[in-house]
């Protein structure tokens, strides 16, 4: 099946500080993928829509400036999370969207536990 | 309002035991209806994929069924083991935009 890997796995930062999350797709390419953010015992909320070559569409209230989102390839998306704060600290989840024959799916990265101090 | 609602919220069950979760949708238009499960810590991973003319489907000791008339849709999970102690989200996508809305999942867990 698909393959969607997320570099780091985890990450510990000071406050402040400006974290990079990488999202690629291993086997196929992905003109589309979503960034999620997870916070404990709840579900995935959707963040942005990253499309490749393109601004990334944010969902209402979230933060264009503090979530910086680049999709330069087919294959990778990346998420920087700028200056970041403790309220920041969450599961960080990207999908990559792809069409099998004429089914639209989505495959998921393993996360990224970012915990910021 | 695309909306996907599950339950029960939480479930915990003897290994061995069968279970089944539900979920119901509102999404319009319809395109596909997919279950995942997802362990603590880590991203979700597909367990099935329905479109609109498949009413059931098998993954292992694991069951999804999906009625497009009534809108519903269950995951049946057969002979349960304590690996199957998880979250599982139901995700409905909305065909054209490609909006995928998620449910809010249930939890389960498989007690020894």
């Known amino acids: 099946g698909a393959v969607v890997s997320q570099h780091p796995s985890w990450v510990i930062c000071k406050s402040g500080t400006s974290v990079k999350i990488e999202c690629r797709s291993l086997?196929?390419?992905?003109?589309?993928m979503f960034w999620y953010r997870q916070f404990p015992k709840q579900s995935l909320m959707l963040m942005a829509t990253?499309?490749?070559?393109?601004?990334?569409?944010?969902e209402q209230g979230v933060e264009k400036d503090k979530f910086l989102i680049n999709h330069a390839s087919l294959t990778l998306s990346t998420l920087t999370v700028t200056s970041a704060h403790p309220e920041d600290s969450s599961f960080y989840i990207c999908?990559?969207?792809?069409?099998?024959?004429?089914?639209?799916?989505?495959?998921f990265g393993p996360g990224t536990r970012l915990t910021v101090l | 309002k695309n909306q996907v609602e599950q339950s029960p919220q939480s479930l915990i069950i003897l290994e061995g035991k069968n279970c089944t979760l539900q979920c119901n949708y509102t999404v319009s238009p319809f395109s596909n209806l997919r279950w995942y499960k997802q362990d603590t810590g880590r991203g979700p991973v597909s367990l099935t994929i329905?479109?609109?003319?498949?009413n059931t489907k098998s993954n292992g000791r694991y069951t999804a069924t999906l009625d497009a008339d009534t809108k519903q849709s269950s995951l049946h999970i057969t002979a349960s083991q304590l690996s199957d102690s998880a979250s599982y989200i139901c995700?409905?996508?909305?065909?054209?935009?490609?909006?995928?809305?998620f449910g809010t999942g249930t939890r389960l867990k498989v007690l020894a």
């Open positions: 990253s499309n490749e070559g393109s601004k990334a569409t944010y």
């Open positions: 329905m479109t609109f003319s498949e």
């Open positions: 999908s990559a969207h792809t069409l099998w024959g004429d089914t639209d799916t989505q495959y």
């Open positions: 086997d196929f390419q992905a003109t589309t």
């Open positions: 995700v409905v996508s909305s065909g054209g935009t490609y909006k995928y809305i």
